[in-house]
Each structure stands twice: as C-alpha cells, then as structure tokens.
C-alpha cells in the first residue's frame, strides 16, 4: 500500500493535473472549457428569451379574448406584442379580400398566419446549432484530449527508465516508448507467451 501512495502524485486537484498535463491536453481542457462556457451563455439566453415571449403571449390571450372585433384587438394590443403582428396581419388580408367568399379570406388568412409562425420559429432557434456541434464533437475532443495525456504519460515513463519489455505486452510498450527497435524486431508469439 505505502508503494503506491509513493508512486502517486500528492496534489490530485483539477488545477495541478491541468498544470502538470502536456500542452497538447492543456489546449484540449480550454476549448472544452470555452465549449461549455458558449454552451452555458446560449442554453441560458434562449430560457430566458423564451419566458419573457411567454410571458407576453398570455397577456396578449387574454386581451384577444376580451376583444370583440379584430380591430378592436388591435387597438387593445401594444405594438411590441407578439399577437399584435398576426392580428395585423389577418386585418390586412381581410381588406384585401372585401368582395371575396369568406372561405376564400379563411384559406388566405391561415396562410399569411402559418408564414408568420414559422418566421417567429426560425427566430427561436437562431443561435442555437452552436449547442448541436459542441453537443456532438465535445465528447470526442475530451476523449482525444484523454488518450493524448495517457500516450504522453506512457512515454515519459518508459524513456527515462531505459526500459526492456518483457511478457506479452513487449510490442506495446516498445511503441509507447518510442524504442527504436519495435516497428523493425518482430518477437514470434511463442516467445511473447
């Protein structure tokens, strides 16, 4: 037990392992950093971005509701809110469409509605395929980070010993130490066994 608390080192906190790591590793942890850091600030944003439009969606429902004519809830409406636009937006189409049918004017309406709709959708998640790509790149650029550490950590510790394989893994710890031999000296598997 006393042996591997000597082989281990003393400080294990976040900070020392990101000071003792290679620079390689070191400039992985940053970028995952700043990765989480984006990810944080947009994941955030768009909450509350989309509290406050909730919010005054339900205020505008219940004036909608309230209002006895389309003009009338326009008037009742603030210019800045979001049910202002549509019922603007059907007023407009209903002036256009004073000598039509009135299902001509429905079908046009629920057109000129369903566009402004997706408008507002695609302003809602402006900003937020930055989430998608680190989402799906974070985990391989840690677990790149992780094997760098651990091949840098195999070589330091087998270069400064002058050490000579032996047993099965011979061929391997050659290569992580950069033995000058190993891709040219082929053991045969009677000898590694």
């Given at each position: 037990m006393t042996v591997l608390r000597a082989a281990?080192?003393?400080d294990l906190?976040?900070?020392s392992m990101?000071?003792?790591a290679n620079n390689v590793v070191q400039v992985v942890i940053m970028g995952l950093v700043l990765a989480s850091v984006i990810t944080w600030t947009v994941g955030l944003a768009k909450a509350i971005e989309l509290l406050a439009l909730r919010r005054k969606l339900r205020g505008a429902l219940v004036t909608l509701d309230g209002a006895r004519s389309s003009v009338q809830a326009e008037q009742a409406l603030t210019a800045k809110s979001p049910a202002a636009e549509?019922?603007?937006a059907a007023i407009a189409e209903e002036a256009l469409s004073a000598d039509g049918s009135a299902e001509g004017l429905k079908e046009r309406v629920t057109s000129r509605l369903e566009r402004i709709?997706?408008?507002a959708g695609r302003r809602m998640v402006r900003g937020t395929g930055i989430?998608?790509?680190i989402g799906a790149t974070a985990p391989f650029i840690g677990l790149f980070g992780?094997?760098?550490g651990n091949h840098g950590r195999l070589r330091r510790d087998f270069e400064g010993a002058d050490h000579q394989p032996c047993g099965r893994c011979s061929r391997h710890c050659r290569g992580a130490a950069g033995h000058r031999d190993w891709p040219r000296?082929?053991?045969s598997r009677r000898r590694d066994l």
């Open positions: 281990l080192p003393r906190s976040p900070w990101f000071l003792t549509l019922i603007r709709e997706a408008a989430l998608a790509t992780t094997v760098w000296r082929r053991h």
